[in-house]
C-alpha cells in the first residue's frame, strides 16, 4: 500500500492507494494553522484507516520555499507554518520512505500522465485558495518553477502591482462576490473572473509556452461554466510570437495531488530498489 497526503490551505486529504494507485480509503480534516497540531490530526488520521503498513508514502504541500534536499519547507502560501521539516516528520509517523513535493507540481504529475500520449509540455495551475504552479515535461516535473505560484506574479489591478493570486485566486473570489465558486452561476460573475484569470494565463504562456493548460482545485471543478469565457480573455492578448495552448479541466481536480504524491512516490521507491 501506498499513502498520499494532500495539504491544502484549508483542508487535509489523506489517502491509501494500492500497488495500482486506486484509492481504497481515505478521509478529510481542517488543516490547523499549528503544525505540531497538524501532525496530531494526521496520526490520528492515519490510526482511523484499516491499512497501515506502507511500502512508500507523498505529500503534496502549498510551500512556496522548500529546501528538496533536505525536505524541509521554509514557508507556505496560506499557512502560517514556518522552517518545518516534513519529510522528517512524515517518515517518523508513516515508518517507511516519504517524498515530498509542492502539491501544484505533483498535481501536474498526475493530470500529465493522463495526457502523455497528446502532450509532452503540461502547464498545470490549480486554482484553490490561492493560485498554485506545476509544469511537467515529457512525463518530468520541473522543480525549477512554480513553487512561488500566484503569489510571486505580479501584474496590474486597478492601478497597481498585485500578487496576481490575491486577485484571481479562490479567496479572492470569496471576498469580492460573497461566494464561492460552486455557489456561483451567473455569466457576468464568471466573464469578470476569467478576466482576472487570463492576466496571469498570458503571462505564463509567454514564459513556459506549454502545449495544454489543466485547471485544477476548488475552480477548477467548475471549468465548464467558464472554460469558453477564458479562452474568449486569453484570446484578446494573442500575437504572432505566441502560440496559444489548448485548454482543459483536470480530470480528477480533487484528487490531483493524492495521485501525484502516489506516482512520485512509486517513481522514486522503485528507482532506489533497483539501484540497491
Known amino acids: 500500500m501506498y499513502l498520499?497526503?494532500?495539504?491544502?490551505?484549508t483542508k487535509t486529504l489523506v489517502a491509501v492507494l494500492d500497488s495500482k494507485g486506486k484509492i481504497?480509503?481515505?478521509?478529510?480534516?481542517?488543516?490547523?494553522?499549528?503544525?505540531k497540531e497538524f501532525l496530531i490530526k494526521l496520526h490520528t488520521a492515519l490510526h482511523g484507516f484499516k491499512n497501515k503498513d506502507f511500502r512508500a508514502g507523498g505529500a503534496g504541500i502549498?510551500?512556496?520555499?522548500?529546501?528538496?534536499?533536505?525536505?524541509?519547507?521554509?514557508?507556505?502560501g496560506n499557512l502560517p507554518w514556518r522552517n518545518v521539516s516534513v519529510q522528517a516528520d512524515l517518515e517518523r509517523l508513516l515508518k517507511c520512505p516519504v517524498v515530498v513535493e509542492n502539491d501544484a507540481k505533483?498535481?501536474?504529475?498526475?493530470?500529465?500522465?493522463?495526457?502523455?500520449?497528446?502532450?509532452?509540455?503540461?502547464?498545470?495551475?490549480?486554482?484553490?485558495?490561492?493560485?498554485?504552479?506545476g509544469l511537467v515535461s515529457k512525463g518530468v516535473i520541473n522543480t525549477s518553477i512554480g513553487d512561488g505560484g500566484g503569489r510571486t506574479i505580479m501584474l496590474e489591478h486597478k492601478g497597481k502591482l498585485t500578487p496576481w493570486e490575491d486577485f484571481a485566486g479562490?479567496?479572492?473570489?470569496?471576498?469580492?462576490?460573497?461566494?464561492k465558486a460552486a455557489e456561483i452561476s451567473d455569466e457576468a460573475t464568471w466573464?469578470?473572473?476569467?478576466?482576472?484569470?487570463?492576466?496571469?494565463?498570458?503571462?505564463?504562456?509567454?514564459?513556459?509556452?506549454?502545449?495544454?493548460?489543466?485547471?485544477?482545485?476548488?475552480?477548477?471543478?467548475?471549468?465548464?461554466?467558464?472554460?469558453?469565457?477564458?479562452?474568449?480573455?486569453?484570446?484578446?492578448?494573442?500575437?504572432?510570437?505566441?502560440?496559444?495552448?489548448?485548454l482543459r479541466a483536470a480530470k480528477q481536480?480533487?484528487?490531483?495531488?493524492?495521485y501525484g504524491c502516489y506516482q512520485l512516490a512509486k517513481q522514486t521507491y522503485d528507482h532506489a530498489s533497483t539501484d540497491k
Open 24 to 35: 481504497v480509503e481515505q478521509t478529510k480534516f481542517p488543516t490547523p494553522e499549528d503544525y
Open 4 to 9: 498520499g497526503i494532500d495539504v491544502g490551505g
Open 253 to 258: 481536480p480533487e484528487e490531483a495531488v493524492i
Open 106 to 133: 505533483l498535481a501536474a504529475l498526475s493530470e500529465a500522465a493522463l495526457l502523455k500520449n497528446k502532450y509532452r509540455e503540461v502547464l498545470y495551475v490549480t486554482v484553490s485558495t490561492g493560485i498554485g504552479i
Open 62 to 76: 502549498p510551500a512556496t520555499k522548500f529546501d528538496r534536499k533536505h525536505g524541509r519547507a521554509i514557508s507556505f
Open 170 to 179: 479562490g479567496k479572492a473570489i470569496v471576498e469580492r462576490y460573497g461566494k
Open 191 to 246: 466573464q469578470a473572473i476569467s478576466r482576472d484569470l487570463a492576466k496571469g494565463f498570458i503571462h505564463l504562456i509567454a514564459i513556459m509556452q506549454p502545449e495544454v493548460i489543466v485547471i485544477g482545485g476548488s475552480v477548477g471543478v467548475y471549468f465548464d461554466r467558464y472554460g469558453k469565457l477564458l479562452a474568449k480573455e486569453i484570446e484578446k492578448y494573442k500575437i504572432p510570437l505566441i502560440t496559444l495552448p489548448d
